[in-house]
């Protein structure tokens, strides 16, 4: 499957949708995106984003009575693998040691 880019906006409404434990509404979505990452955008505007995630084949809407709901297309592991792939091939084989130093050098300690 070739993925298509997403947009910084676009990844974090993916991401929301990948973090919950059941498929999401517009309302459920919008509130949790909000809270997350401290916005304070109006339901148009995650509708926005939710149909180009649709449009992109990340993401599968079906309505269950008056309430639209979203289904995950493409697993969260693969979109990281494919961003993974992508970074290295841009940046070559020799930076990614560099990348992977900096990456630990992040992550929390145990």
Known sequence: MEFKNLTNCEEMVMKTVWDADRELDLAGITQRVNETYHKEWKPQTISTFLARLV???YLKNY??????????LVPQKDYLGKMAEQFVEFWKQENVDVFLVALKKQMPTR
Not at 63 to 72: A, K, L, N, P, T
Request: hydrophobic share 25%; net charge positive.
């Open 55 to 57: 449009r992109k084949g």
């Open 63 to 72: 309505r269950q009575g008056r309430v639209f709901y979203y289904q995950i």
